[in-house]
């Protein structure tokens, strides 16, 4: 079972299944989705946080560039053929 975490967003929290974590040029990424599903929806969310931050910081990647490195980095680490969203 995939570690879970909780997000907090403008509608509130989300929990996230922690499904893979890597780092890249010095950034801590994570690869997560909603469900522990095959079929579910991955993210990659980006730690965002600063030495005085008590808690992680994440945000959501977006730059189509960066979740195509990411995602191929992802699913070779997992061996799979996944979907980013």
């Known amino acids: 079972m995939a570690e879970q975490i ?23 990424y994570l690869l997560v989705s ?3 599903d095959d079929e579910a929806e991955c ?3 980006k730690d965002t946080s600063r030495d005085e931050d ?3 910081v994440y945000e959501f ?6 979740l195509e490195v ?5 699913a070779e ?3 799979d053929d996944m979907v980013i969203e």
């Open 70 to 74: 990411l995602g191929a980095l992802f």
């Open 34 to 36: 909603e469900s522990e």
């Open 6 to 28: 909780l997000f907090e967003t403008e509608e509130g929290q989300v929990a996230f299944f922690v499904l893979d974590q890597t780092r890249l040029y010095g950034v801590n």
């Open 43 to 45: 993210y990659i969310l």
């Open 54 to 56: 008590q808690e992680a």
């Open 77 to 79: 680490q997992m061996g």
């Open 61 to 66: 990647v977006e730059d189509d560039e960066t």
